[in-house]
């Protein structure tokens, strides 16, 4: 086979490892979004059907497994920000991968944005509050 | 000495100031060490995700469960065990790059515990034991009334600097792959023997932390045997 005529093969070779290692990445990617999205929903659903059964208040709810189901979900979460890195380091130009990158820095910039702002709203209350005090009387 | 109240808490801006200054540092290295900032970019976003899990989850595991992730204090070594826990994972995902990597963060965790700990000395938490020698303190705030206490939080500060500074020259020198070995051992021997001047240590033989510095002190003899092992 002379050289014109492998390079269309090896070009048709590579295009398909790309388009793989393509399908490879939005597998992660999809990984990646379950583990992240998954367990807060589950752990809503079973708030509501608990809640539903016990009543309004989910205070019946033992607090420990709330608190081994909010654990789950940080554990999830974290899985899913590792697998979005693999994906960015391992394919980079992956564009499932690019586009979750942004979304979790979206999402950890708002996380910011409101603890900021919960911060300063506490402010607020806190010296509202001090000055409701020093103006009563006696 | 009686601690002024603070009408915002300084924890956020010390937790804050300790991760941009110790951040910022690990850049500089690892560029220095021709790592591509993107890939430093995106390991420093999965260490500050699992630092600020880590810290949180530490108070969840140690108190059986009773706290949950939003309700939990924050603990320092719980921080440390989770940049420990990311920096290993993306050591797994870029392989090249795991040493250094490994180096250049835990280099950086006795300042970031350093500087954390300046918040918990101007709000009086993780107090020392009841003493009226010179620099005590006292505390009037919502968090805490009474002292005078031994300035523990103070001399964590102190010995962690002192600590990086040290680890700062290995790493500068040839023996650079002590560097991980050396700052687990002298922080965890800093940790532990600092352990029995706080306040809540008394009446315990050994507190939860304690068990965990003799873990990392096992893990940092258990790497300079390999290191010599391989010599």
């Known amino acids: ?138 | 000495m009686t601690m002024p109240v603070f009408t915002i808490s300084p924890y956020p801006f010390t937790f804050l100031a300790s991760f941009v200054l110790s951040f910022l540092i690990v850049f500089a290295l690892l560029r220095h060490q021709g790592i591509p900032a993107n890939l430093i970019g995106y390991s420093m976003f999965l260490n500050i995700v699992m630092t600020l899990c880590g810290a949180k989850m530490y108070s969840v595991f140690t108190s059986g469960f009773k706290q949950n992730i939003l309700n939990s204090g924050i603990s320092s070594l719980g921080g440390v065990i989770g940049l420990f826990a990311g920096t290993i994972l993306f050591g797994y995902i870029y392989r090249e790059g795991r040493k250094e990597f490994l180096k250049t963060y835990t280099l950086v965790v006795p300042l970031m515990y350093s500087i954390a700990k300046i918040g918990c000395y101007l709000m009086g938490c993780c107090h020392g034991i009841p003493y009226d020698g010179p620099l005590c303190v006292s505390y009037q705030n919502d968090l805490i009334q009474g002292g005078p206490y031994f300035p523990v939080q103070l001399s964590e500060t102190v010995v962690f600097l002192l600590i990086f500074l040290i680890c700062l020259g290995i790493y500068r020198s040839k023996h650079t792959d002590y560097v991980v070995p050396a700052v687990m051992i002298l922080c965890a021997i800093g940790k532990f023997s600092l352990e029995y001047l706080r306040e809540e240590h008394i009446g315990k033989i050994l507190s939860a932390n304690q068990w965990v510095c003799i873990g990392f002190v096992l893990w940092g003899l258990s790497l300079i045997y390999q290191n010599k092992r391989k010599a």
């Not at chain 1, 497994?65 to 974290?78: E, F, H, Q």
């Not at chain 1, 992956?94 to 820095?105: D, Q």
């Open chain 1, 1 to 138: 086979m002379d050289e014109q005529n492998r390079q269309p093969y090896t070009y048709g070779n590579e295009s398909e490892q790309n388009v793989c290692n393509d399908k490879h990445a939005n597998h992660l990617c999809i990984i990646s979004l379950a583990c992240s999205l998954l367990p807060p929903i589950i752990t809503a659903i079973i708030i509501t059907i608990v809640s539903a059964l016990t009543g309004p208040e989910y205070s019946d709810i033992p607090s420990i497994i709330m608190n081994i189901l909010g654990t789950i979900d940080t554990l999830g979460v974290i899985a899913g920000i590792a697998m979005m890195i693999y994906v960015r380091v391992k394919y980079p130009g992956n564009t499932f991968g690019k586009v979750l990158m942004w979304l979790y820095i979206i999402l950890a910039a708002l996380a910011v944005i409101l603890f900021i702002i919960y911060m300063l709203v506490a402010l607020v209350a806190c010296i509202s509050c001090l000055s409701c005090l020093n103006d009563m009387p006696g």
